[in-house]
């Protein structure tokens, strides 16, 4: 299984050795590291042999693994039997369990985003949520993965959250019903003659339904379509094959992405095929501070392009690639092998992608009242070592936006349920080319469709 494709070409030791300095070095470099290896086995030792309680080899050298990882960077890690089958049946887009992305910061269980149409996302669960105990039982100071067993479970199974929400005086009681959730990656509808995309996940179905979401739209809507709202908000990634293939239906062609590799050279492009699905109508894409990886390969490929507007507010910021290495018939190794780069040369990492038209979600008060939890703020995140300064303003005066004074009463009482969407849905009606007028043709009657008419 992998989460990107990539090659790689490994100079053979016995040509390093021919470069001058190289065999002096190298030798210096693995007496340290031998060193260090025996430090490790010294302690390995002692643990196993002292230890007020016993401790199996296995446990010993599992932890140590785990350590070196987590030591890297938040996304590499050692997937044992259940971790690696966690990960097959989510890009495989069906598990059982309640339907919550989550990570663990400072002991505690936090919520990065509940999937659509999930028990999670009905019952309310927001993301930057912190789940604090399970079937009241104090799960803070815990690792990440038992409070995952505990969540997943038998479909129609109950189980209770407890949850802390920044702006609630008093925490929050959810019980939700386990089930088995079928993550439909991409749902489709038509709001008047806008055909709107909602992405919630990349597996490996993203691509194909994307796609066939496009032909839907224009099989219902012909030849009246005005343009495409591409909603990525709360979309935590996936797999970067199926974020290519994405950026493709709305691309007639070029780089959507590029892989860059620890060696200066070692780069990989991806580019669209030629075609664009959607026939050059406006694209709109939505982002929030829930949008990660894969979704900004997506919106900065579409940006980059001047293929679409992009609204709404700045990205999560991961511009890391994991790929999965198998271990063994049940164990693998996730880990960050390339940042990426979007078709300008912009790394995504730690900025993530700056809308073109900034809109908070004035109908969700407690969306502006939570701080977002972004790559930065993950502990040992990798450094952005591209600091791009452009397009930034010189001066901020701190007053509000006059075209964002609404208040959300105000937009509730005018039916107004997601502003960000409506806002998106009332701009592609301003950009949108106005329909072809009737074309009058010298003694014939006049043309009743919008169609030029032949001769």
């Known amino acids: 299984m992998r989460l990107s494709n990539?090659?790689?070409?490994?100079?053979?030791?016995?040509?390093?050795?021919?470069?001058?300095g190289y065999a002096a070095v190298q030798?210096?470099?693995e007496t340290d590291t031998y060193k260090e290896l025996d430090a490790l086995m010294d302690v390995f030792e002692r643990v196993r042999v002292i230890y007020v309680d016993k401790v199996d080899d296995k446990t010993l050298i599992r932890g140590a693994i785990n350590g070196m990882l987590a030591s890297l960077d938040p996304h590499s890690s050692y997937l044992d039997g259940r971790d690696y089958a966690n990960l097959k049946q989510t890009t495989d887009g069906e598990y059982t369990g309640l339907g919550l992305t989550v990570t663990s910061e400072d002991g505690a269980v936090k919520v990065i985003t509940p999937t659509d149409d999930t028990p999670a996302a009905r019952a309310g669960i927001k993301a930057g949520d912190y789940i604090t105990h399970l079937d009241d039982e104090l799960i803070y100071g815990g690792s990440l993965n038992e409070a995952v067993d505990k969540m997943r479970g038998t479909a129609g199974t109950k189980i209770k959250l407890t949850v802390v929400r920044q702006g609630e005086a008093k925490p929050l009681e959810f019980t939700l019903t386990r089930e088995v959730v079928v993550i439909r990656p991409v749902k489709w509808e038509t709001r008047g003659t806008v055909g709107v995309i909602r992405?919630?996940?990349?597996n490996n179905r993203t691509g194909d339904a994307t796609r066939a979401a496009v032909d839907g739209i224009k099989a219902k809507l012909g030849s009246s379509v005005a343009g495409y709202v591409v909603d990525l908000r709360s979309n935590?990634?996936?797999?970067?094959?199926?974020?290519?293939?994405?950026?493709?239906?709305f691309l007639e062609g070029g780089e959507v992405v590029s892989e860059r590799r620890r060696a200066k050279n070692d780069v990989d492009h991806y580019y669209a095929k030629p075609g664009d699905a959607t026939d050059g109508k406006p694209v709109l894409v939505l982002?929030?501070?829930?949008?990660a990886s894969a979704a900004e390969i997506v919106a900065g490929a579409l940006q980059d392009h001047r293929r679409a507007l992009v609204l709404g507010q700045r990205s999560f910021g991961k511009g890391s690639v994991q790929t999965v290495y198998p271990l063994s018939a049940d164990t693998a190794l996730r880990l960050t092998t390339a940042r990426y780069f979007t078709p300008s040369g912009r790394s995504v990492q730690e900025n993530g992608i700056d809308p073109d038209i900034q809109v908070p979600q004035l109908s969700d008060p407690r969306v502006s009242d939570r701080k977002p939890l972004r790559e930065a703020d993950l502990k040992k995140h990798l450094i952005n070592e591209?600091?791009?300064a452009t397009d930034k303003l010189v001066e901020q005066d701190g007053s509000p936006d006059p075209r964002f004074v609404a208040k959300a009463d105000d937009l509730k009482a005018k039916g107004v349920l997601d502003y960000q969407l409506d806002y998106a849905l009332r701009l592609i009606g301003r950009v949108a080319p106005p329909p072809l007028a009737p074309v009058q043709?010298?003694?014939a009657a006049p043309a009743v469709t919008g169609r030029p008419v032949s001769r």
């Open 236 to 249: 935590p990634g996936g797999l970067l094959d199926e974020a290519i293939k994405v950026s493709d239906v």
């Open 386 to 388: 591209i600091k791009d």
């Open 6 to 20: 990539h090659w790689k070409i490994v100079l053979p030791l016995a040509a390093l050795a021919l470069v001058p």
């Open 199 to 202: 992405i919630s996940t990349f």
């Open 27 to 29: 030798a210096a470099a």
């Open 441 to 443: 043709v010298a003694g």
């Open 287 to 291: 982002v929030d501070e829930g949008s």
